[in-house]
């Protein structure tokens, strides 16, 4: 005979790795409409992004944004609103109007 109690912890089980799946952080590809295109992935807590750039690769801390999310290190900027993302050196932005890949 099999254990009916066996069946609520398999479904507790697949609940807490959907719970998890959904809260890691994934890569995101942004792809600029001038060809360019770099990788981001937030941390599960939202304070700190990887951006994987061609020449090189930054973590940056979250600061206030005005809207969406911004992150900054020294003169490097990281601005995500949305499925939409630009990235600037100093006064130059070096990428814009770029979109998330599905």
């Not at 009916?4 to 609940?15: K, M, T």
């Not at 290190?73 to 109007?97: C, H, K, R, T």
């Amino acid at each position: 005979m099999r254990n009916s109690s066996a069946i609520p912890r398999i479904l507790l089980l697949g609940a807490g790795l959907l719970a998890l799946a959904a809260c890691a952080s994934r890569e995101v590809i942004y792809r600029c409409p001038n060809g360019q295109s770099f990788a981001v992935t937030v941390s599960e807590d939202g304070q700190r992004a990887t951006l994987v750039l061609p020449d090189r690769t930054l973590v940056l801390p979250r600061t206030d944004g005005e809207t969406g999310m911004l992150f900054t290190e020294q003169a490097i900027y990281l601005g995500i609103d949305g499925e939409e993302a630009f990235v600037s050196e100093g006064e130059v932005v070096v990428y814009q109007n770029c979109q998330a890949s599905p």
